[in-house]
């Protein structure tokens, strides 16, 4: 008998056992509405969460400044064994962010798993109530929670203000994205605003180490595809295998009330029971109170008024200094071309220094981008005399004008007080010299070589002979043909003129197609032979580029000077064309260099060169060191008689334009 009262007593404490762990394991509860009845008994609150009643929601926060509010159910969710059933949680709940009018709206709210009920320590600031300085990012925070937040905040690497985050044990979210939810009607995401003091629905599940958030309208079914997915390991943030769930809200300096009308949980996704919309309270919104304003109030009002009146008008003087520019009735017809100031400053970011590409004599090179246009080079170039202003704007509306398709034109310009600013396409691919000289840069092959050079002498052929009038380029050099950022297209701009590539006749007869036309021979010898067309570094004999190609033609071995990184791998009848039609280009009398059409007929294989030897007069001698002559400033030349040439020139400034697969860049850079 004693043996199966033993027997029936012990089977009595297994069952209370059993039925104590059960009501663990399966926390589940709903609140469709909160009353002080009810929930004020299975809640734990703190700051200034409260029940508000008669309306039968939880208000989390009202609108006053730095402040935060906690409710949490009053019994934890107890995860079990290692070994019981898989962990898992389902809950649904209803907020509402309502904003104050006039003011921007709180940190927002967020749905917490925590190890402890009592956050009594957070901030009520950039933490949403959640943490502060030292236990944010600790790891004995023990904390889980899945944020609303409304505003962006640089501390915390917040994507924008209006987001949902997943934060593990910081308030730096471990994946994040803009609020919206997926319509399955549409088959997109479609945005919510967070902020509009509209209920919304969120859904938080976890289910095999799978936390899934899902949000959506109030009366909106629950979507087929979650917001955010993130494998989390549960038992890791709470070792002791226990966490209150509740919600975490904070104002900070901005305010807003925060409401929660109802809440489902379970740990059982078949047993959570689904909030029954239609008992929800209506969201509380703010009511303006009418308050009589004292005179001495009207009187700081009036004050201030004037103030900011003044201000403004300060800050529209100031503005309209800062932006100022210089315009004149002959401007009108070139309207299109012309770029105001305020759109080139913003476009280079002020002119920030960083954005600076080179600085010499003409000035300033400063990228900038502009909306419809892209990426673009400002130049700055400073003047003092207005002579020659209307002629030399005529010119760059002209270079404009160019239609070539090696050719990038000038895309305007801007005028101001003693400053012109010329626009053009920016090109980022480096020179054609970095690739020659620099070692960083992969060597050019041969086959690319010959390209840079057909596409050069396509468009000097245009300048010279394809234009309505006669166009001077005045200083080609590979460190003046630029590549474009698909490195198959090149620029250049015209400068002062460069040791190596400048025709003797310089110093009496001044630039010509002629000119162009021995820079274009130098440039063809640098090319092909990897060596600039001067280099003091060099052995005297070798110093001029020029010299040195017609000395090794005069022994019968032109192969010695092409450049040794082609290793062999070129076509030895194009490279020995090439560097004896550079040699004829090159020659020190002007009537025997060829024109750019000749130039073009002869790389294009089109036509035989002409017969001429390495002991032809004027071949293989190498011009002067001539350094500051007079004379070279870039002005308007004319080539002939009847046709002026337009060059993108002001007073005592260099011209600049563009050529692109090559393309030609000046200013020496």
């Known amino acids: 008998m004693a043996q199966r009262f033993y027997l029936l007593l012990l089977l009595l404490i297994f069952l209370v056992n059993l039925i104590c762990f059960s009501s663990q394991q399966d926390l589940s509860f709903v609140f469709n509405g909160f009353n002080q009845d009810q929930a004020g008994d299975e809640l734990l609150l703190d700051g200034f969460a409260r029940i508000q009643s008669p309306e039968r929601v939880l208000q989390l926060t009202d609108g006053t400044t730095q402040q935060k509010g906690h409710a949490f ?26 904003p104050k009018p006039g003011f921007y709206g709180g940190h927002g709210i967020a749905f917490v798993l925590s190890s402890a009920h009592n956050l009594k320590k957070a901030y009520a600031s950039s933490y949403l109530g959640l943490f502060n300085r030292s236990t944010n990012g600790s790891p004995s925070s023990h904390v889980l929670a899945v944020e609303l937040d409304t505003v962006q905040s640089a501390e915390t690497d917040d994507m924008d203000n209006n987001h949902v985050g997943i934060d593990e044990n910081r308030i730096q979210s471990v994946v994040s994205a803009s609020a919206s939810y997926y319509s399955d009607r549409e088959g997109k995401n479609i945005s919510l605003i967070l902020l509009s003091g509209d209920p919304i629905q969120v859904w938080v599940d976890y289910e095999d180490t799978l936390l899934n958030v899902t949000l959506a ?60 919309i239609s008992e929800l309270s209506t969201v509380p919104l703010f009511t303006e109170q009418k308050r009589k304003r004292s005179p001495l109030l009207i009187v700081l009002l009036v004050i201030l ?19 100022a520019e210089v315009r004149e009735p002959w401007e009108k017809e070139y309207g ?65 004008s160019l239609q070539h398709k090696n050719l990038v034109p000038l895309l305007g310009y801007c005028r101001r007080k003693g400053e012109l600013l010329l626009v053009s396409k920016y090109m980022e691919g480096g020179s054609v010299d970095q690739y020659l000289f620099n070692g960083d840069k992969p060597p050019l092959s041969w086959s690319q070589r010959l390209a840079i050079l057909r596409d050069i002498a396509s468009a000097l052929c245009y300048l010279h002979t394809g234009a309505s009038q006669v166009v001077l380029h005045r200083d080609i050099k590979a460190s003046n043909v630029m590549f474009d950022d698909h490195g198959a297209n090149l620029s250049a701009t015209a400068a002062v003129g460069t040791i190596g590539y ?56 032109l192969v010695d000077a092409i450049d040794t990184r082609l290793r062999d791998k070129f076509t030895l009848g194009e490279v020995e064309m090439v560097l004896k039609l550079g040699l004829l280009c090159t020659s020190i009398i002007p009537e025997s260099r060829p024109n750019m059409e000749k130039v073009m007929q002869y790389i294009n294989r089109d036509q035989a060169l002409p017969d001429f030897s390495p002991d032809t007069p004027g071949i293989g001698v190498s011009t002067p060191m001539v350094m500051g002559i007079p004379g070279l400033a870039i002005t308007s030349t004319s080539v002939t008689s009847s046709a002026s040439v337009p060059l993108v020139s002001p007073p005592s400034t260099n011209n600049s334009m563009f050529i692109s697969h090559t393309i030609l860049n000046g200013d020496g850079r």
């Open 73 to 98: 159910f009053n019994r934890p969710f107890d995860f079990g064994s290692a070994s019981s059933q898989s962990l898992s949680f389902f809950t649904q709940f209803v907020c509402a962010l309502v």
């Open 217 to 276: 309208p109030l009366r909106n079914q629950k979507p087929s595809k979650p917001l955010l997915s993130r494998t989390i390991n549960l038992t890791a943030i709470f070792p002791d295998r226990k966490a209150f769930v509740g919600f975490s809200a904070a104002t900070g300096s901005s305010i807003s009330n925060q409401y929660i009308l109802g809440w489902s949980f379970s740990r059982s996704r078949r047993l959570l029971k689904s909030l029954d």
């Open 305 to 323: 008024t004037l103030v900011v009146i003044g201000g403004l008008g300060g800050y529209y003087l100031y503005r309209r200094k800062k932006y």
């Open 336 to 400: 299109p071309l012309r770029y105001s100031y305020e759109s080139l400053y913003k476009a280079t970011k002020g002119f920030n220094k960083d954005g600076r590409l080179g600085k010499g004599g003409f000035g300033e090179v400063y990228k900038g981008s502009l909306p419809l246009v892209g990426d673009i080079a400002v130049k700055r170039l400073s003047h003092n005399a207005e002579q020659g202003m209307k002629q030399f704007v005529a010119e760059v509306v002209t270079m404009g």
């Open 502 to 557: 400048m025709a003797l006749e310089l110093i009496s007869t001044g630039t010509s197609t002629k000119t162009d036309v021995y820079a274009f021979g130098a440039f063809m010898l640098e090319v092909t032979c990897g060596r600039r067309p001067f280099d003091p570094e060099m052995p005297v004999e070798k110093r001029h580029l020029v010299k040195w190609v017609c000395e090794c033609w005069r022994k019968h071995s």
